[in-house]
């Protein structure tokens, strides 16, 4: 049988690479939005922490001095420390520095928690329980629709 005969195989993979093009391009098209969309969470909450740091910044000194007042007044607290030594204003000033950067760091660590749940929510579509959202899918939408038309 002559080569000529023969229907180019060629020709059979263009066919089917200009559809799985068009594909390829939607999935970068919906990557590039889902990028987007990521990149204006991010930079929202980014927007948030740099006024959260400059909050915390402001009002440190007078959250170190409650924090201190609130540890001098705790009565039951022993006076000494565990070598025998009085408990001194900068060890009552020491311990309320550390109380007051674990709670500064318990609310940025909030906050970016907040943006990660964003993100999976709103760009991802992970609900809280770690499934995939797949409300936009056509099956879906028909289900809440009350099914697909098949009446004939």
Excluded at 5 to 27: K, L, M, Q, Y
């Amino acid at each position: 049988m002559p080569l000529n005969d023969t229907t180019p195989i060629t020709g059979r993979f263009n066919d089917r690479a200009g559809a799985g093009r068009e594909a390829v391009w939607s999935i970068i098209a919906g990557d590039k939005v889902r990028i987007a969309q990521m990149r204006a969470i991010e930079a929202r909450h980014g927007r948030i922490a740099a006024d959260l740091i400059q909050h915390q910044r402001k009002h440190r000194e007078t959250w170190m001095s409650k924090e201190v007042a609130k540890l001098s007044k705790q009565a039951p607290r022993p006076e000494l420390r565990p070598d025998g030594a009085r408990r001194t204003k900068a060890d009552i000033e020491r311990q309320a520095a550390v109380n007051l950067a674990a709670r500064i760091k318990a609310r940025r660590d909030r906050l970016t928690i907040a943006r990660d749940n964003t993100i999976k929510r709103q760009v991802l579509g992970i609900t809280p329980d770690g499934q995939v959202s797949r409300s936009h899918t056509a099956a879906n939408r028909n289900h809440r629709r009350g099914g697909p038309d098949m009446s004939g």
